[in-house]
């Protein structure tokens, strides 16, 4: 019952207008990058690569009235799957795990989405995938209807969303490369210099040549996403570790020194 009540509530949050506070705390500094633009959207990492990079101050200003900044803890889920779509979001910080349920209950994690991802499914009223907060999370959440309508009436916003979606599956099929091909060794180096590369939206991993970051998934989770056993990811993690590819701390801080290196061990 307190499950199903978590559900219940996470719902409710995901539909509602404010934060836990109420409030929207954002910096009121302007520059050349922020004049005109609403303050709830000036210090958004995520603005400028997302859809709402697509539109003018104006644009930008109409839908930040229905928008509200969110926290979701690790664990919360934000949308069923096969549940009606109120609103969608765009990821501004964290990871979301999405996955897809099968009738005997086992469960498959389908898809990771990091900063500036968008959230929800348009043009369709359910959603076809469950997503819950694999690491804290914040977003930017809107109304389904406002979206909607601003959609139809600014084609550059479309657009963006478009070019995100074929990101989406552009990457989908890097993974069916990676799970069909790979071997076990090119499978880790693979999901770890995903997340190196995409859990900050705020650090180019790639140009500054290292990254550090907390495993958003546990290793159990790892090998279901990777199609290995448990046993094969820790003994993966263990070479790289030996080699001197990733530092570890604990059981979730991973450092990697050197990202192009840990690049050429991922079999691309």
Same mark, same amino acid.
């Given at each position: 019952?307190?499950?199903?009540?978590?559900?219940?509530?996470?719902?409710?949050?995901?539909?509602?207008?404010?934060?836990?506070?109420?409030?929207?705390?954002?910096? *009121?500094?302007?520059?050349?990058?922020?004049?005109?633009?609403?303050?709830?959207? *000036?210090?958004?990492?995520?603005?400028?690569?997302?859809?709402?990079?697509?539109?003018?101050?104006?644009?930008?200003?109409?839908?930040?009235?229905?928008?509200?900044?969110?926290?979701?803890?690790?664990?919360?889920?934000?949308?069923?799957?096969?549940?009606?779509?109120?609103?969608?979001?765009?990821?501004?910080?964290?990871?979301?795990?999405?996955?897809?349920?099968?009738?005997?209950?086992?469960?498959?994690?389908?898809?990771?989405?990091?900063?500036?991802?968008?959230?929800?499914?348009?043009?369709?009223?359910?959603?076809?995938?469950?997503?819950?907060?694999?690491?804290?999370?914040?977003?930017?959440?809107?109304?389904?209807? #406002?979206?909607?309508?601003?959609?139809?009436?600014?084609?550059?916003?479309?657009?963006?969303?478009?070019?995100? #979606?074929?990101?989406?599956?552009?990457?989908?099929?890097?993974?069916?490369?990676?799970?069909?091909?790979?071997?076990?060794?090119?499978?880790?180096?693979?999901?770890?210099?995903?997340?190196?590369?995409?859990?900050?939206?705020?650090?180019?991993?790639?140009?500054?040549?290292?990254?550090?970051?907390?495993?958003?998934?546990?290793?159990?989770?790892?090998?279901?996403?990777?199609?290995? #056993?448990?046993?094969?990811?820790?003994?993966?993690?263990?070479?790289?570790?030996?080699?001197?590819?990733?530092?570890?701390?604990?059981?979730?801080?991973?450092?990697?020194?050197?990202? *192009?290196?840990?690049?050429?061990?991922?079999?691309?």
């Amino acid at each position: 019952m307190a499950a199903y009540g978590q559900i219940l509530a996470a719902r409710a949050w995901m539909a509602a207008g404010t934060d836990e506070s109420g409030k929207i705390v954002s910096d *009121q500094r302007e520059d050349i990058h922020t004049t005109g633009v609403p303050v709830v959207c *000036q210090q958004c990492e995520a603005r400028h690569k997302g859809i709402c990079g697509a539109l003018t101050p104006d644009e930008l200003t109409r839908l930040s009235k229905h928008t509200s900044k969110r926290h979701a803890a690790h664990g919360m889920e934000l949308v069923g799957e096969s549940e009606e779509t109120e609103s969608y979001a765009n990821v501004m910080g964290g990871v979301v795990k999405l996955s897809k349920m099968m009738p005997d209950g086992r469960q498959q994690i389908v898809g990771l989405q990091f900063a500036p991802d968008f959230l929800g499914r348009p043009f369709q009223s359910t959603s076809n995938v469950t997503a819950e907060a694999a690491t804290d999370v914040h977003l930017c959440v809107f109304p389904k209807s #406002t979206l909607d309508s601003m959609m139809k009436e600014a084609p550059s916003m479309e657009n963006r969303l478009l070019q995100q #979606t074929l990101k989406e599956l552009d990457d989908a099929r890097e993974w069916m490369l990676t799970l069909g091909r790979k071997t076990a060794a090119e499978k880790v180096a693979s999901f770890l210099f995903m997340i190196a590369v995409q859990i900050d939206p705020t650090h180019d991993a790639e140009r500054e040549g290292s990254a550090t970051f907390d495993l958003p998934l546990t290793r159990g989770e790892i090998a279901d996403f990777l199609g290995i #056993t448990i046993e094969t990811v820790s003994r993966q993690m263990t070479k790289l570790r030996k080699t001197g590819l990733i530092v570890l701390e604990g059981t979730r801080r991973v450092s990697v020194p050197d990202i *192009q290196a840990l690049r050429d061990e991922t079999g691309v």
